[in-house]
């Protein structure tokens, strides 16, 4: 059984950062594709920024040169790096981990992006 315990979420001022991390269970953790979406209401939940096994990302072009993913495979943690927030950054963000053709979830954590 995986699970996914996020953190780090909060209001932050436009331009401002804040930095997700997504606490993982399992031993074999390193083996998988992580990554982050996000999600407001009355939308669909949309990816963010994946990282593989062997550490290749991806972003969303909403996110690119502001958003950073990286993980610790000795803590089995992922973490979202989140620079020059905007107001349309607001949303609920969820961590997920891609363990065969099943996707784990984590709880998510509120960013609220407001002055």
């Known amino acids: 059984q995986v699970q996914l315990v996020e953190s780090g979420g909060g209001l932050v001022q436009p331009g401002g950062s804040l930095r997700l991390s997504c606490a993982a269970s399992?031993?074999?953790?390193?083996?998988?594709?992580m990554g982050w979406h996000r999600q407001v209401p009355g939308k669909e939940r949309e990816s963010v920024a994946g990282?593989?096994?062997?550490?290749?990302?991806n972003y969303a072009d909403s996110v690119k040169g502001r958003f950073t993913i990286s993980r610790d495979n000795a803590k089995n943690t992922v973490s979202l790096q989140m620079n020059s927030l905007k107001p349309e950054d607001t949303a609920v963000y969820y961590c997920?981990?891609?363990?065969?053709?099943?996707?784990?979830w984590g709880q998510g954590t509120q960013v609220t992006v407001s002055s």
């Open positions: 990282i593989g096994s062997g550490g290749s990302t």
């Open positions: 399992g031993s074999m953790f390193r083996s998988y594709t």
């Open positions: 997920c981990v891609v363990v065969g053709a099943k996707v784990y």
